[in-house]
């Protein structure tokens, strides 16, 4: 039936829950566990990708239902959160309605906080998307931690991240968004600062939180802004708040928003997806976030933090679409973002040495493509490019993990540590090889399938100049690779490989013996610049850069100069010393680069494999019969019932008919002739290309009618525009590789030193090796003009008014101190004590001749007063 869910959909709010016990769990009582609490963190993963699993097939099979009642023309009704809303048809393809359902916490007037679930096709991808990723993260962080001293509270931190970001995705309401949104902000800023005793390390954690800090002010003014605005007609129309998604969509698309609120709304939460997603101008943190572990910037630049804001745009798409009329301009406030971030971040890898920045920035510009998509009204190539982008970012992002941790001693620097790591590493090779070519756009990788149809998709939709940009990033991802990659597996082994190599060489029979004085305990080669610790070392690799480019070191893009010898020991950074790290990192035997073990090898083979596979979910290229993607993740633009979708009956009716029946839907089914309101389909072009001049998103419902979602349109996929992106993607990759081996191994002059020759060449690369001194104009300029004076300001406040009062008090009280003591204390208090003291004293003294020792005195006195007290007794009774 089309009205039936499931367990698994009906119960997906427990896919946060369990990593969110786990979290606790492992807080609590993990250091006691044997593995320390890191098979809670697993186990915990595991468990929320079964349930992903068992909630995406339900999603699929409830999708598949849904169609096969197409003929019916079936109206079914789905009860959630409070209410029920109607699911119509179009053509054959019905509208399947979200699964929703909410419990509320706190219910006051038209305002109602509560936590609940909105299962569709995009959080079904996503849930899984995480889940999975993050289960791989974890299992690679079982060797890649190993021996660190907070390893416990490593695999407690980046549980709750996954289930932050898996609290958001399910959320049904933006009150439980912003919890997901502020739990990874968190998690993000304890990972990101795991080594804190390197400063570089704690600075950077600080920066991405404080940077985070800013866009996320967007966050609370959007949801406010649109709840104020929304929630009387939620209330009148659909029996909900104004925080539901569910409602907020239906308000943007309804023709009855106001436009002021609907961009004012959009603006501060695109300013906070501008935040969390790295886009400029906001993106200067997310380098800087590469101290953390490897682990965390996989899981953090692939599936969770960065893609939030993505999935926020995507989540609340009709209010954006209408905000900016999407459909109706050739540029916007998101598109005109997303395409300076795209280029501004590729450029900058190029003059990046350590490779997690290389892979920091394709990521900014890799979200710009997404956010460009979203922008120019290609949802579904920008929501599939978030599916194949977190295989292929994960799987490089764990390679160069890989790197570190067994060929280059754990040094992320490219031009100095690494080289010729192909023949050592042959299969971590191989995977970032695949994950390249897939990060490029090459067929049939998965990333030609999802950024090729962004491209396309963007032209297409009226969005000409901005599909230009997104060619020329796609020529630049390919070039900033193919560096990174010839850099660190191919050429002459330098720094640590090439020092490690040579002692190999030199010593390999008494080497494979464990002679060697010169390997550590841990079978690996120390650093010339004295002993190394490999964790801290990560961290101090990845710290900001700072200052101007050390042009003395390099040539073109931060190459080599000619006086350097690329495999002088000497060029090393010396390593950090403070003993933070995963201690032990192979056996013994493996004195130079290796393979890395099999918990590391896994993760990083089933990611490139996925790479390789995952855009056949969504070929375009090969027909209808392969999009599978659009089939079960886009929603369908229909306009539904509007009078049934407000008078629906409550949840607590429906569970009392029975879950049975509202599982069904056999006792809630209605004809859709006496509720469906048309939606006009869409109009065929010449050529096949569709354009709609109305319906959902174009025009406002008809009277009666609801929509929930826009009718965007699809571009139709021919191999004439692909091979275009094709060829500037191909002339990318070679000719970034014939520049490399000219400027790497056949040392070229007119190449070598072309930044200290010429003087444009010279301002163009100090120019991008300072990041467009943007991080020099917000902490010297932005935040110092603002900081420094609110700092004095606050200094003033501080001495004048309340250290004022403060001393104030302190005078006062001194000064009534003093009175009480001379007055109180000296002359009442003490008075009366010394007073009764000398009275006493001149008692003793006047009594004192009584005192004689006389026998007859005493006797005189006694008998006296015995006379005395006879007469006074005569005296009383006469």
Request: proline share 4%; glycine share 12%.
């Amino acid at each position: 039936m089309l009205g039936a869910t499931g367990w698994f959909l009906d119960n997906a709010w427990l896919i946060p829950i369990i990593p969110g016990v786990a979290f606790a769990l492992i807080i609590l009582i993990g250091k006691r566990l044997p593995m320390q609490g890191s098979e809670l963190g697993v186990a915990s993963m595991a468990a929320s990708l079964v349930l992903s699993v068992g909630a995406a097939y339900q999603w699929i099979q409830r999708v598949d239902d849904a169609g096969g009642h197409s003929e019916a023309g079936t109206l079914g009704l789905i009860a959630g959160f409070g209410r029920s809303l109607t699911a119509a048809q179009e053509e054959g393809a019905a509208y399947v309605q979200p699964v929703i359902r909410s419990w509320t916490w706190w219910e006051s007037g038209g305002a109602s906080f509560g936590y609940g679930q909105h299962i569709d096709g995009l959080a079904v991808m996503m849930l899984f998307l995480v889940a999975f990723i993050s289960l791989l993260v974890q299992i690679y962080s079982l060797e890649y931690v190993r021996g660190d001293r907070r390893y416990t509270h490593f695999f407690a931190a980046i549980t709750l991240f996954s289930a932050g970001m898996l609290v958001m995705v399910l959320g049904e309401n933006m009150i439980q968004v912003i919890l997901g949104w502020e739990i990874m902000g968190l998690c993000s800023f304890l990972l990101i600062g795991h080594w804190w005793e390197d400063e570089a390390n704690s600075t950077a954690a600080l920066k991405a939180f404080l940077t985070v800090r800013v866009g996320d002010i967007g966050l609370l003014v959007g949801t406010s802004v649109l709840f104020f605005g929304a929630n009387d007609w939620t209330q009148e129309n659909l029996g909900t708040s104004g925080f539901s998604i569910q409602g907020l969509s239906a308000w943007a698309l309804s023709g009855e928003a106001s436009e002021t609120v609907l961009l004012w709304g959009a603006v501060a939460l695109f300013i906070a997806c501008i935040g969390k997603s790295g886009q400029f101008p906001l993106h200067t943190w997310l380098p800087d976030a590469m101290a953390g572990p490897t682990p965390v910037s996989s899981l953090l630049h692939s599936s969770t933090m960065v893609v939030a804001g993505v999935f926020l745009v995507a989540r609340l798409y009709p209010v954006f679409w209408e905000a900016f009329s999407i459909p109706d301009v050739s540029v916007n406030f998101i598109v005109v973002i997303a395409g300076i971030t795209i280029v501004i971040s590729a450029l900058l890898a190029f003059v990046q040495d350590d490779i997690k920045k290389v892979l920091a920035y394709s990521t900014v510009s890799q979200l710009g493509y997404m956010m460009l998509g979203l922008g120019a009204g290609a949802w579904l190539p920008a929501v599939f490019h978030i599916f194949t982008h977190a295989f292929f970012k994960c799987c490089l992002f764990l390679c160069a993990g890989s790197v570190s941790h067994s060929g280059s001693h754990h040094s992320f620097d490219m031009k100095r540590d690494m080289g010729g790591l192909a023949k050592k590493m042959p299969i971590t090779a191989g995977a970032w090889i695949v994950a390249t070519l897939a990060l490029a756009g090459v067929f049939p990788l998965s990333g030609f399938f999802s950024k090729d149809e962004i491209i396309d998709n963007v032209g297409h939709n009226g969005y000409e100049v901005f599909m230009y940009i997104a060619l020329f990033g796609a020529f630049l991802t390919a070039g900033y690779m193919t560096r990174a990659t010839y850099l660190t597996f191919f050429g002459e082994p330098r720094g640590a490989a090439a020092h490690a190599s040579a002692l190999e060489a030199a010593g390999a029979a008494s080497g494979r013996a464990g002679a060697s004085p010169q390997n550590d305990a841990s079978g690996h080669v120390p650093s010339p610049g004295g002993a190394a610790d490999p964790a801290l070392e990560e961290g101090r690799a990845s710290a900001g850069q700072v200052g101007v480019s050390p042009l003395e070191d390099r040539g073109v893009g931060g190459l080599s100069s000619e006086e350097d010898d690329p495999a002088d020991p000497a060029l090393h950074g010396e390593l950090a010393t403070a003993g933070l790290a995963h201690a032990d990192h192979g056996d013994a035997e493996h004195h130079g680069p290796h393979e890395s073990p099999k918990l590391i090898l896994i993760p990083v083979c089933i990611l490139a494999f996925f790479a390789l596979t995952a855009g056949f979910t969504n070929a375009v290229a090969f027909g209808e019969d392969w999009e599978q993607f659009k089939e079960y993740v886009e929603p369908i633009a229909e306009a539904s019932d509007l009078e049934a979708a407000g008078a629906a009956p409550r949840a607590s009716d429906l569970e009392a008919a029975g879950a049975a029946s509202v599982r069904s839907g056999s006792s809630i089914l209605n004809d859709a002739s006496s509720h469906s309101v048309s939606s006009p389909a869409p109009v065929q072009e010449e050529g096949g290309e569709e354009e709609h001049a109305s319906g959902c998103g174009y025009t406002a419902p008809e009277e009666g009618g609801i929509c929930f979602f826009p009718a965007v349109s699809h571009a139709e996929f021919e191999w004439s525009k692909a091979a275009l992106s094709l060829i500037v993607v191909g002339i990318g990759l070679v000719g970034s590789w014939f520049v490399c081996v000219a400027l790497y191994s056949k040392r070229s002059r007119s190449l070598v030193g072309l930044t200290q020759r010429l003087a444009p060449a010279r301002w163009g690369y100090n120019f991008l090796w300072n990041k467009y001194y943007l991080d020099h104009l917000y902490e010297q300029r932005i935040i110092r003009s603002i900081a420094h004076p609110i700092a004095r300001g606050a200094n003033w406040v501080n001495q004048n008014v309340i250290d004022g009062v403060v001393n104030g008090l302190g005078i006062g009280g001194r000064k009534t101190g003093g009175w009480v003591y001379r007055n109180i204390d000296q002359r009442v208090v003490d008075g009366a004590v010394n007073a009764s003291g000398a009275a006493a004293g001149g008692t003793g003294h006047a009594l004192q001749p009584v005192q004689s020792g006389k026998v007859n005195q005493y006797g005189a006195l006694l008998f006296g007063a015995a006379a005395v007290f006879a007469i006074v007794l005569v005296i009383v009774n006469v």
